[in-house]
Nanobody, 119 residues
Framework: VQLQASGGGLVQAGGSLRLSCAAYGRTFSSYRMGWFRQAPGKEREFVAAISWTGDSTDYADSVKGRFTISRDNAKNTAYLQMDSLKPEDTAVYYC?????????????WGQGTLVTVSS
């Protein structure tokens, strides 16, 4: 599976962005999908994950209630809706699939997309 993340940009605190992760491969719907982020000077961290059916989700405490992960298997795309953004959400965001998502070890990584939240 090849993954391509997009949708990053500059937004003011309190604003919203939606990230997309397009997957290329016949087995997208078989994989759990996840989002991760890496802020400047920090380690990459888990943000959210979704089951292959889309009926089970998991979030880091820092984004719970503000971010929503979803997927459209017909479009081979996963999404991360980010609301009520804070300056501390500034990071490069990556999508991943398969593997151990909570542990930050997916089988496949996409390239990052930069999210900058201004105060």
């Amino acid at each position: 599976v090849q993954l391509q993340a997009s949708g990053g940009g500059l937004v003011q605190a309190g604003g919203s962005l939606r990230l997309s992760c397009a997957a290329y491969g016949r087995t997208f719907s078989s994989y759990r999908m996840g989002w991760f982020r890496q802020a400047p000077g920090k380690e990459r961290e888990f943000v959210a994950a979704i089951s292959w059916t889309g009926d089970s989700t998991d979030y880091a405490d820092s984004v719970k209630g503000r971010f929503t992960i979803s997927r459209d298997n017909a479009k081979n795309t996963a999404y991360l809706q980010m609301d009520s953004l804070k300056p501390e959400d500034t990071a490069v965001y990556y999508c991943g699939s398969g593997g151990r998502l909570r542990a930050g070890v997916p089988d496949y990584w996409g390239q990052g997309t930069l999210v900058t939240v201004s105060s």
